[in-house]
């Protein structure tokens, strides 16, 4: 079956440094890959995604790239602020029903 | 962009009774709306499926009679809890797709469910 593994949590970083959030995956057929940020107090929405091997997905000065070889889709950010403390999940999608996959979610604060 | 509200954000009950939960899409028809648990410190779980007109399908290990999905119009999902236990303590997220031309699930913001 499909299953997203996602790094421990949670991450403290000071503004301005440098993210890297790992998530690597187990999938059946080509998956498409997902990053969802939940900020406080509100619902998940959609970071970025890739559909295909090497695509970069980019957002708000995130980047991941799909990585078949290493079946991973690592979340990074050259510089993060306060702004980005959020719960950050990686998730997959396989077949037409778009049905997710979830890892458990990395909690990311910021301080200033 | 396209909003998903749920009723109530947060809700504490009985053990024994039962809980109805809303989710709907404000701005776009939503085909298909999915339901989520969520523990803490855990990952989503997706509970079921459910389009809009038809019976939910439901993972494996879901009680079906345990956790009523309706479907009954484009923008309304509900979900019974019926005769809810301590461990039906979670977090439950809705999310909703068919914007036109967009292949993506918009979540709601969640509820959170204490029985006791």
């Known amino acids: 079956g499909n299953s997203v593994t996602q790094m421990e949590g949670p991450v403290t970083l000071s503004e301005e440094a440098f993210l890297t959030i790992n998530c690597t995956y187990t999938?059946?057929?080509?998956?498409?890959l997902f990053w969802y940020v939940q900020y406080p107090g509100e619902g998940l929405q959609l970071l970025l995604k890739a559909t295909k091997a090497d695509d970069k997905g980019s957002n708000k000065g995130f980047e991941a790239t799909y990585r078949k070889e290493t079946t991973s889709f690592h979340l990074e950010k050259g510089s993060v602020q306060v702004s980005d403390s959020a719960v950050y999940f990686c998730?997959?999608?396989?077949?037409?029903?778009?049905?997710?996959?979830f890892g458990k979610g990395i909690t990311l604060s910021v301080r200033p | 962009g396209a909003v998903v509200s749920q009723h109530p954000s947060w809700v504490i009950c009985k053990s024994g009774t039962s809980v109805k939960i809303e989710c709907r899409s404000l701005d776009f028809q939503a085909t298909t709306m999915f339901w989520y648990r969520q523990f803490p410190k855990q990952s989503l779980m997706l509970m079921a499926t459910s389009n809009e007109g038809s019976k939910a399908t439901y993972e494996q290990g879901v009680e079906k009679d345990k956790f009523l999905i309706n479907h009954a119009s484009l923008t309304l999902s509900t979900l019974t809890v019926t005769s809810a236990h301590p461990e039906d303590s979670s977090f439950y997220i809705c999310s909703a797709s068919g914007l036109a031309g967009i292949n993506e699930q918009f979540f709601g913001p969640g509820t959170r469910l204490t029985v006791l």
């Open positions: 998730a997959l999608s396989t077949g037409a029903n778009s049905k997710l996959t």
């Open positions: 999938a059946t057929g080509y998956p498409s």
